[in-house]
């Protein structure tokens, strides 16, 4: 396998995974797992269907230099498992702020790949943020059991719309202090 250099975006060791950059070469992984609409009713922006070029206007954003969210793909290929198993990422916000985000392919749900991610990145914490925020869909319940297990503590109800529900979605807030 050959692993691109894209930007100095890092990656982020793990026991069993990697978390590194999102390469063109992951494509068709990417496609496959957004295209399942459990996937996409579990974020705020993926579409379903998913529409031709979806996957390579998200390799672009993700790769762009000039972006505010970094994004690594979940690479379990150390370990013997698949090169895509999900995404996790980190939006910039201001006053040492980020705003931390991920899915797993319904395959890998269950298996612990999404705590572990989110422990790794909140470790490493390549933004050097103070305070990490996430939200997660009401009826995501596993979502949210990721972030208390990493130590989020619950602020409150919002709602997001959701692009492939094309709705307003009641959301659980969280915020964990790095520093």
Known sequence: MRLETINTQPV??????????????????????????????????????????ATSAFITRATDQNRNEDVWVIDASKSGGSEVIGV?????????????????????????????SVNALLQDNPHGAETIFASVFQDNPASARVLTKSGFEYLGDAETHCVSRNANVPTWTYLKKLI
């Open 12 to 53: 982020v060791q793990a026991e069993t995974f990697i978390l590194r950059p999102v390469q063109q070469s992951d494509a068709g992984l990417l496609r496959m797992y957004t295209s399942d609409k459990r996937v996409a009713e579990t974020t705020s922006s993926i579409p379903h269907p998913l529409p031709p070029g």
């Open 88 to 116: 996790i990422s980190l939006t910039a916000m201001d006053r040492k702020q980020s705003e931390i985000g991920y899915w797993t392919a319904p395959a890998f749900w269950g298996m612990g790949y999404a705590s572990a």
